[in-house]
């Protein structure tokens, strides 16, 4: 991209399309061929932060010790760069490069970033306003291609729908280094697990019936049954957008179940798209998503990057203790029972493995955080083999064919300093599930018994 510089007058052609933890995401609705089809990621600063020193730090010393191996990364003068060099020189080779876009960094100014704090400001969800607004203080922002489109069908008007699903881990962790009492985890899911602590904290207004492990099962029938679960309790896991424009699914912390007005828009918005009877076209919708996940194997290798973590949190924790050369908090909570093997043995090994352990932990991180973008299109031909650069997916209930095309994104490096966060939630998530089944055995027990005590 040839070099620019956004100003102020700019500022209104980029509009609201979402956000994360981290940034905003803004979609170019102007003229410029530039931008065209590109969306632009924005960092954001906590509200309590000291002039967004926070969000827009240098890596810490114990970072660049453990990102050495990539001397452009560790010499970068912001953790921007940082971000798109991470993508580009860590998550692309892991993910495949067809599907992860590092993009392009562009000059903005302040004023530039000012006018697009006012401008989205009111389509924000409340609470991430209160949290957390554009960082003024960055110089640059990141430019990638818009995945729910295709850009030569945006210039021609021609229809494209996408989905955005948030896979969350897909295997369940068989470290030595989990405790006895948490043995939990090596049966329930981390997502079914988390739900709870959500749902006792009114995150969610109930649970999820969706199982990371069909998603990632490559069945037919479990893909399926996944992505009909995301579908009914979409959460924050599943969007739908057609030609860039969000058609189903929240902005915000999550949807509630799909309610009859709510599928009824998405049913209505799925005919420009496929050619279903009337009240098919969202289950023909849910048989492509399947087939293309199934099909297409992306997830495969997503799911080989989220296995690099081995240890689990319980074991990666007193390997971070090594890296950053304190004494291990975990160890002094610990009973002197559980301070015998295998803790013991991790903080006897070598700096190297230690920061090998934490590393792949947080590349894991990454992977299990990120989210999936699949488009499509109907062909005019309904050719298999029309010669497109994209892949095709053949739909038998409407004897459609589609191009597709697959990209991760959300792929930001996960700061060190979060891992003892990742501790505490962890914690946290096993808690609350046990203490949750535990409550439901007894309410079990009660209802079985009448005013006597005696069972009936």
């Known amino acids: 991209m040839e070099k620019v510089i956004l100003e102020q007058k700019d500022a209104v052609d980029w509009v609201f399309r979402g956000e994360g933890a981290a940034n905003l995401v803004l979609a170019y609705s102007g003229s410029s061929p530039l931008f065209m089809g590109k969306v632009m990621r924005i960092l954001k600063s906590p509200r309590n932060a000291k002039n967004g020193v926070k969000a827009n730090g240098v890596l810490t010393t114990h ?21 798109q060099l991470y993508v580009k020189h860590v998550m692309s080779p892991l993910l495949g490069q067809k599907h992860v876009d590092p993009g392009v960094r562009v000059l903005v100014t302040k004023e530039f970033l000012e006018s697009v704090e006012k401008n989205v400001t009111c389509h924000r969800p409340a ?17 990638i291609s818009d995945h729910s489109v295709f850009p030569t069908g945006f210039l021609k008007g021609e229809p494209c729908i996408t989905v955005e699903i948030k896979p969350k881990c897909g295997f369940l962790p068989m470290s030595r280094f ?11 899911t981390r997502f079914r697990m988390h739900q709870a602590l959500k749902l006792r904290n009114q995150e969610v207004p109930e649970y999820s019936e969706y199982n990371p492990l069909d998603l990632f099962s490559g069945s037919r029938d479990r893909i399926c049954k996944a992505i009909e679960a995301l579908y009914a309790t979409p959460q924050n896991n599943f969007r739908v957008f057609l030609n860039g424009s969000l058609v189903f699914g929240s902005l915000g912390r999550g949807t509630d179940s799909s309610t009859i007005l709510v599928c009824e828009a998405l049913e ?40 690099l973590d081995t240890c689990d949190i319980e074991g990666a924790i007193h390997a971070y203790y090594n890296v950053i050369s304190e004494p291990c908090m975990v160890c002094r909570e610990l009973s002197k029972d559980k301070l015998s093997h295998p803790y013991a043995s991790l903080h006897s090994i070598p700096l190297d493995e230690s920061l090998k352990i934490v590393k792949d932990y947080l590349i894991a991180a990454t992977a299990k955080d990120c989210s999936l973008m699949i488009s499509f299109r109907p062909t005019e031909d309904g050719d298999l083999l029309s010669g497109s650069s994209h892949c095709t997916v053949y739909l038998g209930s409407t004897n459609q064919v589609f191009e597709y095309k697959v990209h991760f994104i959300d792929l930001d490096l996960k700061p060190l300093k979060k891992m003892e966060d990742y501790y505490e939630l962890d914690k946290k998530i096993v808690s609350c599930y046990t203490q949750t089944v535990k409550n439901e055995h007894e309410a079990d027990k009660n209802v079985g018994m009448d005013a006597n005590g005696s069972v009936f």
């Open 63 to 83: 970072e660049r010790l453990l990102w050495r191996d990539n001397e452009e990364s560790t010499a970068s003068p912001n953790r921007e760069i940082v971000q």
């Open 178 to 188: 989990i405790a006895e009492e948490n043995a939990v985890k090596r049966t329930v």
């Open 268 to 307: 209505n918005a799925l005919k420009k798209v496929i050619q279903a009877d009337n009240g098919l076209c969202t289950t023909s919708f849910i048989q492509l998503v399947a087939e293309t996940v199934y099909t297409s194997g992306v997830l495969d290798q997503l799911l080989e990057v989220q296995k």
């Open 127 to 143: 609470w991430r306003v209160d949290s957390s607004r554009v960082d003024t203080n960055c110089d640059s922002v990141l430019i």
